[in-house]
């Protein structure tokens, strides 16, 4: 592999800004109060957060001051992974410290929540409403009688709503969990059913493209099939009156009162969120109220560079992690934006008009979002006033060299930008915005602060300037705490910890560059990660095989040297069967109704046969290796397939397509 070394970086920080940066700020202190290296720059502070990974988390604690109701002893007690224990003894809330700042007078009138919808129409949530409305949203859900530990449920796009329903179930120690309204029933139940909720927050329907989007009869399902429910909250986004017997938003709203933050243990429920794998049901992750709070702040306020005078804005939606990310961005004081829309309505340029008119200093999106602005032709940086951006970050895929390029040239020449690389895992990054180094094309800045990010061979050797797994050696707060309904910790286990016993092994191929760098080369397993939001097999199998003229499908998720993602579906048809326009309709149909727009595939080609393992299992990693374009003696052992012909038809496949 060819160092990016001794090569001019396409972006290097002037001494100015790497003096005013927070982590050059809190370098210096952490060097006075708790032993950090003085010297060496950002390389030094990784190592000594690694290195004394206690005492790096409670310096982190202390210069965010961190609120504990009661103290902690030590940062990190037992640090065996999976389990390791964070801060024991203390106690603390999240929601607390999301609406810290509009405890400050002068901060009180200051724009918390900027919203903006697809006609580009901007609302302002100051801190002080934020927090009122937080304050009576909270009690009213201690009347409902929503305790520590319950499960409450938001089927909503990204509205403010959203993030008070998130704040006031965290306030009351509630367990917060939500999915976009472009969701099928069916893909929300197979979440919501197993946290079993006891309030849910609805839309009546959403806007998306132009057009409006009704949900009302998916929500009466979702009514219906989630028998733990006390209460169904109403958000007439759409104009459309409560369902009978729900409750209405604007009641549970409308107290002028002082928020009451439940002070829970540190490894307290937060959020569960969902990453499918490629069987069985969608894997509920559990994240703690402490463990968000601390790797938040440090990836936030340290990493990001987020403080009171910023604007953050991340085109998401409530069903991907970047969600809970951006909504965190609160935790810096820094003004956070919401965006509700199609990326690319009323043309690509959305996003950068969105950027523009809320005065977005961190600009976050997805790579295929940048790729296809290259593609368009357009110019946001000479059409729009882009000034206030600072920095670009893109996660979802790696940022491909033509996309650094891209937003160096038509953006602005002296851009940070950061490509991102973590997981809904973690719900944080394992590599990426340094806001003191240079960027050189096609990589990620470092690793972050606190992980021990390595790349290993199949046998646990380290491995640098060569492609191998990504592991972290050590514990990082966010790691889950458990799975839902996994109670002796087995499938958390096997998800992570499988291949190297007590080392979080992610499922992704990585290159530590000897400059320090980080290259990311996409999945390693069969895991579909499309937009950024990772999806099962499993899901769309169940949604296309309800059609009679399917008899096996299999899904594979390729990603490509120019930045794009291919997601083809094969279908194995029953006897009779023809695949011909209209069944592909229906196909696409079928999955968009089921599942989502997301999970709907790039092309259906028919195959003869769905090769499996000899116990029966769609073999997804050997497939996608060979359209890949490996050889089919690498990619496969012949042994352990039921009928090794089949696969001649994706190497062939692979063949023409290159």
């Known amino acids: 592999m060819t160092s990016a070394a001794n090569e001019a970086p396409l972006w290097q920080p002037d001494a100015e800004r790497i003096a005013a940066a927070a982590v050059t700020r809190f370098q210096s202190w952490a060097a ?30 202390d210069w965010f001051d961190v609120r504990f109701s009661t103290p902690y002893e030590t940062a990190v007690g037992d640090r065996t992974m999976p389990g390791a224990q964070w801060f024991p003894g203390a106690t603390l809330n999240y929601a607390e410290h999301a609406l810290r700042a509009g405890e400050d007078p002068l901060r009180a009138g200051a724009p918390a929540l900027v919203h903006v919808d697809e006609t580009h129409t901007q609302s302002l949530v100051s801190w002080s409403e934020l927090r009122r409305q937080v304050g009576s949203l909270a009690a009213e859900l201690r009347a409902l009688g929503v ?29 917060w969990t939500s999915c976009a ?9 197979d979440r919501f059913q197993q946290v079993e909720p006891v309030v849910l927050f609805t839309v009546d329907g959403y806007r998306y493209g132009g057009k409006e989007h009704d949900r009302t009869d998916t929500v009466a399902e979702l009514r219906r099939e989630l028998p733990t429910l006390r209460a169904l909250v109403h958000i007439p986004l759409l104009g459309t009156p409560a369902p009978e017997g729900a409750l209405e938003w604007s009641a549970l709203t409308s107290a002028d009162t002082e928020p009451v933050f439940e002070q829970v243990p540190f490894d307290h429920p937060l959020w569960v969120l969902y990453s499918s794998g490629t069987t069985g049901l969608p894997k509920a992750i559990v994240q703690s109220q402490g463990g968000i709070l601390l790797e938040h702040l440090k990836q936030l306020g340290l990493h990001c560079d987020l403080g009171p005078d910023d604007r953050f804005f991340w085109y998401t939606s409530t069903g991907w992690m970047m969600w809970n990310f951006l909504v965190s961005g609160l935790l810096t004081g820094t003004t956070v934006v919401l965006y509700d829309g199609s990326p690319g309505y009323p043309d690509v340029s959305a996003q ?29 940086g000479r059409d729009l006033d882009l000034s206030r951006i600072q920095c670009v970050a893109t996660t979802g895929s790696p940022l491909p060299p033509d996309g650094f390029r891209w937003l160096h040239d038509e953006v602005a020449d002296n851009l940070w930008i950061a490509s991102v690389s973590g997981g809904t895992d973690v719900c944080s990054c394992f590599a990426g915005a340094v806001p003191t180094l240079p960027v050189h094309i096609g990589e990620l800045q470092a690793p972050c602060l606190g992980t021990d990010l390595q790349s290993w061979d199949p046998a646990g050797k380290p491995l640098i300037g060569e492609v191998g797994e990504l ?9 889950p705490i458990h799975f839902w309904n996994d109670p002796d910790g087995s499938r958390y286990r096997d998800s992570y910890f499988e291949m190297y016993p007590g080392v979080w092994r992610h499922g992704d191929w990585i290159t530590l560059t000897d400059h320090g760098s980080v290259i990311i ?14 999806m099962g097999s499993a899901d769309i199998y169940e949604a296309v095989e309800r059609l009679p003229e399917i008899r096996e499908s299999l899904v594979i998720g390729l990603e490509e040297p120019d930045g794009g993602y291919w997601m083809p579906l094969f279908v194995h048809l029953a006897d ?24 709907v595939p790039d092309e259906v080609i028919e195959v ?8 029966g299992k769609r073999i997804e990693v050997p497939v996608k290796r060979l359209l890949q374009g490996t050889a089919l003696a690498k990619a496969v052992n012949p042994g352990s397939i039921d009928n090794l012909e089949l696969l001649h038809f994706y190497e062939d496949l692979a063949r023409t397509r290159r």
């Open 32 to 61: 006075e109060r708790y032993g950090a290296p003085a010297d060496g720059g950002y390389p030094a502070l990784h190592r000594w957060s690694v290195d004394e990974l206690d005492t790096f988390w409670r310096a982190v604690a």
């Open 147 to 175: 305790r520590p530990g319950d499960r409450v449920s938001g089927y909503l796009p990204n509205i403010p709503q959203s993030v008070v329903a998130l704040l006031a179930t965290a306030a009351v120690g509630g367990v």
């Open 181 to 189: 309204p472009d969701f099928g029933a069916r893909s929300v139940l």
């Open 352 to 380: 950068w008009r969105v950027a523009e008119q809320t005065g977005a200093t961190l600009f976050g999106t997805s790579a295929a979002y940048v790729m296809a602005c290259r593609k368009a032709g357009i110019h946001p």
């Open 471 to 479: 592991v972290v050696t050590n514990p990082l707060p966010s790691m």
């Open 521 to 534: 080369h996409g999945r390693s397993d069969s895991t579909l990660n499309r937009q950024g939001v990772r």
């Open 576 to 599: 009779g069967a023809a695949l011909d326009d209209g069944l592909r309709d229906r196909i696409k149909e079928t999955i968009r109704e089921n599942l989502s727009p997301r999970h």
């Open 608 to 615: 003869p046969g769905i090769p499996h393992t000899l116990t």
